[in-house]
């Protein structure tokens, strides 16, 4: 299994500019997280999804947006992008275990210059 | 919000040496997850613990609830070079939204 798979690795954007993270998962999971992680930092909650066509906000949602129309995709939009914004970025899933176990991505290194 | 202290923020121990770090909340707390990040990694499930006073092993690391379900800690034993990275308590706080601690940074030396 690939498990949570991130697309882009890296990216670099210029102020102002607007860009997709894509996280597709492939163990049936019915929850997904985007966290991001600032240097040296611990991970913050963005927006999480429960099911498709259902997400909430999380900790830090302003400047994103998320979308969740199938259950194994659950892209994070960047509109305007901003310097506070350079960060690196988790997707995460979990399914109905007793564990409660998130299985994370490789992450999506980001910098906005 | 509901979130959970970590501390300390860092450690430098010297190899076999123990570590420990604790996760406090203010409130009570449904569960408690750890988790452990390599340096330029991603984050690894360890660990849930769930019932007040519960005790758990692996190998070397010791994870306890505490009795009123308001703190956690991860007990590192002899610790070695492989135990480098940051450990990061969480709670899942109910809708499945779960809410990671600061992370506390381990750094061995040979």
């Known amino acids: 299994n690939a498990g949570v798979t991130q697309t882009p690795k890296f990216r670099i954007l210029k102020i102002g500019q607007s860009m997709t993270l894509q996280c597709t998962q492939d163990m049936n999971h019915n929850y997904m997280y985007w966290y991001r992680q600032d240097p040296g930092m611990g991970l913050k909650l963005i927006y999480y999804s429960v099911g498709a066509g259902i997400t909430d906000k999380g900790e830090v949602p302003n400047g994103y947006n998320v979308s969740r129309s199938t259950t194994e995709d659950f892209p994070l939009r960047l509109e305007l992008a901003a310097p506070s914004q350079t960060s690196v970025y988790f997707c995460?899933?979990?399914?109905?275990?007793?564990?409660?176990?998130?299985?994370f991505g490789e992450g999506s290194r980001l910098t906005v210059l | 919000g509901q979130q959970v202290m970590q501390i300390p923020q860092y450690q430098h121990v010297q190899e076999g040496e123990d570590f420990t770090t604790y996760c406090n909340s203010s409130?009570?707390?449904?569960?408690i997850q750890w988790y452990k990040q390599r340096p330029g990694g991603h984050p690894v499930f360890l660990i849930q613990?769930?019932?007040?006073?519960e005790v758990k092993k692996q190998k070397r690391l010791t994870f306890q609830f505490g009795e009123a379900k308001k703190n956690s800690s991860l007990h590192i034993t002899a610790t070695q070079t492989t135990d480098v990275g940051t450990y990061f308590c969480a709670q899942n706080t109910g809708g499945f939204k779960t809410i990671f601690g600061a992370g506390t940074r381990l750094f061995v030396k040979a």
């Open positions: 409130t009570t707390l449904s569960n």
């Open positions: 995460a899933s979990s399914g109905e275990t007793a564990t409660g176990e998130l299985f």
């Open positions: 613990l769930v019932k007040s006073g």
